[in-house]
């Protein structure tokens, strides 16, 4: 992990560089695979499925009996922890739920605007170094509260052709209406284009790597809507020094073993601060399960050190982090300082693991830079917000000058003659 001491703001862009992908050759290989799959359906997903995951399968689809079995076979443990989860999550995003509301803008002029859920989504879940069962909870959720009448969902197959009991056992839970054993490009192009297996889909979700994300990037361009761009996951902590190293070096480690292409990033006030979580992250990496992922990520990654909070906090908002950590004294006066970030998280006992897990926020977020723009899922994110309007003949005749004025100012003249006609 570099350390990088009171920096000028000219290099902050420089320095604040996600790792660069070369997207042309990387573009070719998945156009290659989703022109397959939509010309050959099933039969190609089947033949990338045995080149990609090493697995050979006679069916796509999971059936009934097989979800039933893994949920079963689940420990009470894991399933209460699962369904604990599950009701916060719920609940937070039920709230998000907003009644309709008639808004009279004129005498005898009503107008209102209600969601509408998205027929029919498509949700990719990673299952390759590690089956983010989580996922389908943080999306599966939100798409059943927003009224979503067709939920697909789709991870890779391990090497004995199933996917992992949790897997199943949350998408059992959130009424997931159908469940295939597809990975990467071919299962983001199947929900794009439809098989004879599985169906077509009108919106995309889910996290994955640099394929899964490019796929679903050429697949928008082509009319199937996504939640969002999205890139390798990230975190940054913004610390000062009553912030507790281990604490910080934990935080930084758990987003680091996602994969070698995370990134993490600490911003701090304090040189001493960041020479301890230096020797944390060394000690605490050392007994990790996954820490060839985390080592490999933490070259890509970086501690600035700053003069003073609101410069640290200035940065932040240059990098505009999928996750922000305030790890400093006076956390919600900071946070209110705070404009660009996909999710944050206040104080010393708030882990990222909380928001990824079980708090209730949702964890599928804008990375890359994205959330300078974009916002993190949500059921918002499941629907479509129709607005209406209806007047009466008193209505038109209060605001029939305003429309033919506007209209004939414009040289549109069969617009105002829809109003004139009516009077």
Known sequence: MKIIKYPGRETWQEILQRPAIDNSLLQEKVRAVMSE????????????TQQFDGVSLSHLSVPPDEINEAAASISPALKSAIEQAAANIRLFHEKQLAAVEVIETMPGISCWRKSIGIEKVGLYIPGGTAPLFSTILMLGIPAKIAGCKEIVLCSPPGKDGKLHPAILFAAQLTGITAVYRIGGVQAIAAMAYG????????KIFGPGNQFVTCAKQLVQQEGTAIDMPAGPSEVCVLADDTADASF???????QAEHGADSQVLLVATSETLVS??????EEQLAVLPRKEFAAKALENSAAIVLKNMDEAIELVNAYAAEHLILSCANDESVAEKITNAGSVFLGHYSPESAGDYASGTNHTLPTNGFAKAYSGVSVDSFVKKITYQKLSKQGLQQI???VTLMAEAEGLEAHANAVRIRL
């Open 37 to 48: 799959v939509k010309r050959n359906g099933d039969d190609a997903v089947k033949k990338f």
């Open 195 to 202: 098989t004879a297996t599985v169906p077509q889909v009108y």
């Open 248 to 254: 910080i070096a934990a935080d930084l480690l758990s």
């Open 276 to 281: 301890k979580v230096q020797q944390q992250l």
């Open 400 to 402: 029939a000058s305003t």
